[in-house]
């Protein structure tokens, strides 16, 4: 079981390192990418706490809103089209499609990881910051959209 924790929170952190050594903008794209998160997961809480009405995976995350979910992808979204069309001077079209790939797979680890929990019948993760489900409970959205940014950015040649 250790090894798979492991490879869970390891694999998606070489993507980062894969990202950050990158040339030339290795650096941008990977804070640009570590800030779309943020703002996703900021912009899904405070829009699905405030406002959210539509229920969005219940069984997994009994607080998540359809609204706050919107909301997370096109805080995701704003931040790319800032930092890849506005910083790196890279087409919007680009940037929208890692903004909505970004927002769709910070959520998508965030319930990857709820879905874990229940399995394992746990409320937190680990009790090292108490109150906020365990580190793994911070960590869960950042996991995946590195893969993703850095598939993308290689295949379309975006890094050169």
């Known amino acids: 079981m250790g090894v798979a924790g492991a490879l869970y929170i390891g694999m998606p ?3 980062y390192l894969l990202l950050y050594t990158s040339k030339p903008n290795g650096l941008v794209w990977t804070l640009f990418t570590i800030f779309a998160v943020i703002a996703c ?23 998540k809103t359809v609204e706050g979910a919107i909301a997370g992808v096109v805080g995701a979204v704003v931040v790319m089209v800032i930092g890849v069309s506005g910083v790196l001077g890279i087409s919007p ?7 909505f790939l970004v927002g769709v797979s910070a959520q998508i680890g965030d319930l990857v990881e709820s879905q874990m929990k229940r399995l394992a019948d746990v409320k937190d993760s680990s009790h090292l910051i108490p109150g906020h489900g365990g ?25 050169s």
């Open 13 to 15: 952190f070489n993507f």
């Open 93 to 99: 079209i680009h940037a929208l499609v890692l903004g």
């Open 135 to 159: 580190v793994l409970d911070r960590l869960d959205s950042i996991l995946f959209p590195p893969i993703l940014v850095y598939l993308y950015v290689t295949v379309f040649h975006l890094l």
């Open 41 to 63: 997961d900021a912009a899904a809480l405070l829009v699905g706490s405030r406002i959210g009405r539509h229920p969005f995976f219940v069984a997994i995350s009994p607080n």
